[in-house]
């Protein structure tokens, strides 16, 4: 069982900054890969960015350039550096586990784990 512990989130103007961060506990939590989706009202899960287990790293396109996925493994901590944030990108976050190999890191459907999710409403 991996249980997932998101914070960080809250409101920002545009342009700002936001550091998310997803406290993971479990057994062998250092062998499962683990993302960052979002979902806003009416919308589906959407992918953000991931960490696989062996430390390669995937941004969706939307977001290159601008939000940055990180991994502390020491830690067993996720975190995501959001700068130069728009108002599209007010959604909740949520952080995701998977110990599927050969899968596709941004489907939801792929990842058996997901903690609770934290608000983030970028609005001036």
């Known amino acids: 069982q991996v249980h997932l512990v998101e914070s960080g989130g809250g409101l920002v103007q545009p342009g700002g900054s936001l550091r998310l961060s997803c406290a993971a506990s479990?057994?062998?939590?250092?062998?499962?890969?683990m993302a960052w989706f979002r979902q806003a009202p009416g919308n589906k899960r959407e992918f953000v960015a991931a960490v696989t287990w062996a430390d390669s790293i995937y941004h969706v396109d939307s977001v290159k350039g601008r939000f940055t996925v990180s991994r502390d493994k020491d830690k067993n901590i996720l975190y995501l550096q959001m700068n130069s944030l728009k108002p599209e990108d007010t959604a909740v976050y949520y952080c995701g586990a998977t110990d599927l190999r050969g899968v596709t890191l941004g489907s939801a459907e792929n990842f058996q784990y997901w903690g609770q999710g934290t608000q983030v409403t970028v609005s001036s």
């Open positions: 479990g057994q062998n939590i250092q062998s499962y890969s």
